[in-house]
């Protein structure tokens, strides 16, 4: 059996759809649906922000960073599940893996703590509207930005290191249509125990306590919005909080089934983690737009009068 040691580094096979190889050239039609959907919907997000002057609001700065980190989980995964359902090009080299997923765990990070963003958004608007527009400045907004790129890279560059002090002798085929952190360390003969207790670290720092403060925010915001007098300004408080509300579901429900599966569900079919992980990264970029596309009415105006422009001149 050969060994690879950092110095040798292993190419990885990537893994399909276990068992469904022969229709992979249909499979492939709903991934492709989903990725243009994804795609499109999402550069329109950045389009409208970019060029409707209503929309250049803090909600909608937030708005136009969700849409992009959708965009960078999408193209990090693009190649490599496509190439896999139309020209079965499974294999990829070490480095090519860890620079995928160092890029799919930084946009998923950066997904969390933009979330998170946008709760504090919401809470400042509801609990403390005199402050919104003194708390939430460009600038601010500007150094949220920021730190949401930092955070996300300085927790991964050292996983990414302590990956390459690993050594592969075994199996070198993955599970997923792409290089996931958990995955990869299976792989290695070497004691993955640090890697194994950084990496649970790391998620639980970025999305564990993104989603604890989340929660939080939004236990301030129902006590809030409980001591309003008029029900209907409950619920219009109520209606700004729910295209939010829903974004957070659709990412961290998959995000934590997925961890789970990984750590502990050594027993499980091997289609499941797949399946999990396919909905984990294409359902929130395919979803995000569609829902503040249907649940914020400053959106939909804002695409109107973009479709209603461009009829004009044609």
């Known amino acids: 059996m050969t060994i690879f040691h950092n110095s040798t580094f292993p190419t990885f096979l990537l893994t399909g759809a276990p068992g469904l190889?022969?229709?992979?050239?249909?499979?492939?039609i709903p991934f492709c649906c989903l990725y243009i959907t994804a795609l499109s919907g999402n550069f329109l997000i950045l389009f409208v922000v970019l060029t409707e002057p209503s929309l250049h609001e803090p909600m909608y700065y937030f708005l136009f960073m969700l849409s992009t980190t959708d965009i960078g989980l999408c193209i990090s995964t693009l190649v490599t599940v496509l190439g896999i359902f139309w020209v079965n090009a499974r294999e990829i080299s070490f480095n090519a893996c860890l620079s995928q997923m160092f890029f799919i765990h930084l946009f998923t990070f950066m997904e969390s703590s933009v979330l998170l963003a946008m709760a504090f958004d919401r809470f400042v608007a509801i609990c403390n509207p005199l402050?919104?527009?003194?708390?939430?400045?460009?600038?601010?907004?500007a150094q949220i930005g920021l730190a949401v790129i930092t955070r996300g890279t300085v927790v991964l560059t050292p996983l990414v290191l302590l990956l390459k002090c690993l050594s592969f002798c075994h199996s070198h085929v993955l599970h997923h249509f792409y290089c996931f952190h958990p995955d990869v360390m299976k792989l290695s003969c070497s004691d993955t125990k640090i890697n194994s207790a950084f990496g649970l670290t790391a998620i639980i720092s970025t999305a564990g306590v993104d989603s604890v403060f989340i929660l939080l925010s939004y236990i301030l915001i129902i006590r809030s919005v409980l001591n309003i007098a008029s029900p209907e300004e409950r619920k219009k408080a109520f209606s700004t909080c729910i295209s939010h509300i829903t974004a957070v579901a659709i990412f961290y429900i998959p995000l934590i089934s997925l961890s789970f599966v990984h750590r502990f569900g050594k027993h499980v079919p091997r289609y499941v983690p797949t399946l999990i992980a396919n909905v984990f990264l294409l359902v929130p970029p395919v979803m995000n737009p569609i829902i503040y596309s249907v649940k914020t009415k400053q959106i939909q105006k804002a695409m109107l009068k973009l479709v209603c422009s461009n009829g004009l001149r044609i």
């Open 131 to 141: 402050r919104y527009a003194t708390i939430l400045t460009h600038t601010r907004i």
């Open 21 to 28: 190889e022969w229709a992979h050239v249909w499979i492939s």
